[in-house]
């Protein structure tokens, strides 16, 4: 299975990101390979100006069009995903996320924004032609402490959450042949 992950966050340590990559590795020894956006790293003023012929930006687009499975990670800021996750929405054709499986995760500062992934992705993910949106995850701060050596520490409730997430990918066939895993520094 072919993975694209779509990291949100603008900060560099963020909790949304970890989390992002935390999910890609129990994901491993699931076949395929995979691509890493960070949308931080796209050139803004291709991102802001809508640019898709810029080259990190088609790039960036063709490997959600090529994926089997889009794991997205954002954080939450006033009861709605980043603002650089909405900008590189808008950039995907209408049906960009037609006949592919979709995890939404999400960190906030409080349980009080959980129903973010519901209220206010889910429908953009929607009509971005996604019809299979596997059980989103949302952590609090709290349930992702930061760690002294860096990273953070997932709670287990938190882990168990994600487990159960991604449960129906064990049985997961891919579409297509596996390609070589690749990152996107754009």
């Not at 996750?85 to 995890?103: G, Y």
């Amino acid at each position: 299975m072919h993975i694209t992950s779509l990291s949100a966050s603008p900060s560099e340590r963020s909790r949304s990101t970890w989390l992002t990559q935390f999910a890609l590795t129990r994901l491993e020894g699931r076949g395929g390979g995979h691509d890493d956006i960070v949308l931080r790293q796209l050139p803004a003023a291709a991102l802001l100006a809508a640019d898709v012929q810029e080259p990190a930006i088609a790039a960036a687009v063709r490997a959600v069009e090529q994926a089997e499975l889009v794991v997205i990670g954002t954080p939450i800021y006033k009861a709605a995903y980043s603002g650089l996750l909405k900008v590189f929405l808008d950039l995907l054709p209408p049906d960009a996320l037609r006949d592919k499986l979709v995890l939404p995760l999400a960190t906030g500062g409080s349980p009080a924004h959980f129903l973010a992934l519901d209220y206010a992705l889910k429908p953009v993910l929607s009509a971005l032609g996604a019809r299979h949106v596997l059980d989103g995850v949302f952590a609090t701060d709290a349930q992702l402490r930061r760690h002294e050596a860096g990273g953070f520490v997932p709670e287990p409730d938190l882990i168990a959450r994600l487990d159960r997430a991604l449960a129906p990918l064990a049985s997961h066939r891919p579409r297509m042949p596996a390609r070589p895993q690749t990152a996107l520094s754009c």
